[in-house]
């Protein structure tokens, strides 16, 4: 499967964002899916889980009660809507994908296909 990322930019604090994350070639169906994010000079960390069916959800400490991820009603998008942004949510975010039609995951290496990544910063 092909993920393809959008919807970075930049945004002043406080600000909103949603990220899509599209999958080609077959739908996200049956993969569980993840939102990463990297900055410069750390470790790429977990920001958000889903399972297949959208019943389990895992969200970083970081972000909680401030960004909701969620599956499209087209089966092959997740999306992750990003609010009341700071200047340290700035990273490229990355969406990836795991076949598991169960489960929610929360490890970088247990996700088989990434996307692209897609800039998103945050200003003060």
């Known amino acids: 499967v092909q993920l393809q990322a959008s919807g970075g930019g930049l945004v002043q604090a406080g600000g909103s964002l949603r990220l899509s994350c599209a999958a080609s070639?077959?739908?996200?169906?049956?993969?569980?899916a993840g939102w990463f994010r990297q900055a410069p000079g750390k470790e790429r960390e977990l920001v958000a889980g889903?399972?297949?069916?959208?019943?389990?959800?895992y969200y970083a400490d970081s972000v909680k009660g401030r960004f909701t991820i969620s599956r499209g009603s087209a089966k092959n998008t997740v999306n992750l809507q990003m609010s009341s942004l700071n200047p340290e949510d700035t990273a490229v975010y990355y969406c990836?994908?795991?076949?598991?039609?169960?489960?929610?995951?929360?490890?970088?290496?247990?996700?088989?296909?990434w996307g692209q990544g897609t800039q998103v910063t945050v200003s003060s």
């Open positions: 990836a994908a795991r076949y598991d039609p169960t489960s929610v995951h929360i490890i970088v290496w247990e996700y088989d296909y």
């Open positions: 070639g077959r739908a996200f169906d049956p993969y569980a």
């Open positions: 889903i399972s297949l069916r959208g019943d389990k959800k």
